[in-house]
């Protein structure tokens, strides 16, 4: 299916193009190729939100390294972890990545996604304490029943896309109930490019089944000279990672012309 945006949606985003260029559709479909893909974007203090799949974008799924957003307000707010730079010790036991296999602060550790230092956060956090911030900041459907240090990985915890953007806006506005100091760490923590007048930030998640990729999250802020916007995107299929579903997300914005080329 070819979905368009329409020009005026298209002249919400950006100037009028010149006379003689017509604005170009945006083609979902071909984003996202082969995958089974759901996107949704919102100007944010601004009646503007773009969809792609609604019904897509309403399903939940295994959150996957997205929630590490999540897991670092926790940790943050709760005193667990101390700041950004707080340092945990690698144990020696082998990863899936090399990267993983050295001590990480949280703040690398939310860069190269290290599992095993979000799993010993958590375990630190405990299960009262963990199910009371999934029940206040609403996150998902709340369901930590897969167990303290594995609930969010492909297992009980699940959210939509509709529900990731809501998480992100209100991490943006700052209307978490929690420490405010926290949100912008966090958000500083998330950045991943800037460039000229625009900042884009997010988080990227990829699940696993049978030992293959088959989802991938990519959900984040884009800050576009004086507008900003919160979006989430997913795609299911063979292969599907989270850096794939970054790299689309990151074309759509070109196409809605709020990002230049790298």
């Not at 963990?130 to 303290?148: A, R």
């Not at 978490?176 to 000229?196: A, F």
């Not at 088959?214 to 990672?241: I, P, Y």
Request: aromatic share 10%; net charge positive; proline share 4%.
């Amino acid at each position: 299916m070819f979905v368009s945006v329409l020009v005026p949606l298209v002249l919400a985003i950006a100037p009028p193009p010149p006379a003689k260029t017509a604005a170009a559709p945006i083609d979902f479909d071909a984003r996202f190729g082969a995958f089974d893909g759901c996107f949704v974007l919102k100007e944010i203090g601004q009646d503007f939100t773009i969809r792609y799949k609604a019904d897509r974008c309403k399903e939940g799924l295994s959150p996957c390294s997205t929630s590490k957003i999540f897991n670092s307000l926790v940790a943050l707010d709760s005193g667990v972890a101390t700041g950004p730079d707080m340092e945990l010790k690698w144990d020696g036991k082998a990863q899936n990545r090399k990267e993983c296999e050295k001590d990480h602060t949280l703040r690398s550790a939310v860069r190269v996604s290290v599992v095993w230092y979000f799993q010993e956060l958590a375990r630190r956090v405990g299960a009262q304490r963990m199910q009371g911030y999934l029940n206040k900041l609403e996150y998902g459907n709340k369901d930590m029943s897969g167990g303290i240090d594995q609930f969010w990985l492909c297992s009980s915890l699940k959210i939509s896309a509709e529900e990731q953007l809501s998480f992100i806006e209100n991490l943006y506005t700052n209307r978490l109930p929690i420490k405010p100091e926290v949100m912008e760490q966090v958000r500083d923590m998330i950045v991943l490019e800037r460039s000229g007048d625009w900042v884009f930030s997010g988080k990227t998640g990829t699940g696993c089944s049978y030992e293959r990729n088959d989802l991938g999250w990519f959900v984040g802020h884009l800050k576009s000279g004086k507008r900003e916007f919160v979006f989430a995107a997913n795609a299911k299929g063979l292969d599907a990672m989270g850096m794939k579903t970054r790299d689309i997300v990151f074309s759509i914005l070109k196409d809605l012309r709020l990002v230049r080329d790298r």
